[in-house]
C-alpha cells in the first residue's frame, strides 16, 4: 500500500487545515486508517482512526472536538480537518493503514505509512 500525504502548511493559532491521504496498491475499504503526528524531540502520537467505510471513528482527547477524520471510498483518501488549530497542534503528521478489525492507538501495530505533511500553527 502506498500513502501519500498531502495539505500540510502554516497556519495561525485559530486557524483551520485539512490534510489528505491518498491510498494506493490495496483495496481501501479493507483498512482502517489513522493520523499520528510527530513534534521535535517528541515520540509519534496517536491522533485519529477511522474503520473502514466510515462508520465509526477515535480521537485523541487533545484533539477531540476540533479534529475530523472521514474517508471518500471512489477517491481512496481519507482526511483530517483540522479546526481551531493550537500551536501544540504543530507537528508532522503522518497517515498509516492497518487491516486489523478493530481500532489501534499505538504506531507499532500500523502496517502502512506515508510521508508525513508538515503543520506549523504560529502564536
Known amino acids: 500500500v502506498q500513502l501519500q500525504a498531502s495539505g500540510g502548511g502554516l497556519v495561525q493559532a485559530g486557524g483551520s487545515l485539512r490534510l489528505s491521504c491518498a491510498a494506493s496498491?490495496?483495496?481501501?475499504?479493507?483498512?482502517?486508517m489513522g493520523w499520528f503526528r510527530q513534534a521535535p524531540g517528541k515520540e509519534r502520537e496517536f491522533v485519529a482512526d477511522?474503520?473502514?467505510?466510515?462508520?465509526?471513528?477515535i480521537y485523541a482527547d487533545s484533539v477531540k472536538g476540533r479534529f475530523t477524520i472521514s474517508r471518500d471510498g471512489a477517491n481512496n483518501t481519507v482526511f483530517l480537518q483540522m479546526n481551531s488549530l493550537k500551536p501544540e497542534d504543530t507537528a508532522i503528521y503522518y497517515c498509516a493503514a492497518h487491516s486489523r478489525a478493530y481500532y489501534i492507538r499505538h504506531p507499532s501495530k500500523y502496517e502502512y505509512w506515508g510521508q508525513g505533511t508538515l503543520v506549523t500553527v504560529s502564536s
Open positions: 477511522i474503520s473502514w467505510r466510515g462508520s465509526s471513528t
Open positions: 496498491g490495496h483495496t481501501f475499504s479493507s483498512l482502517f
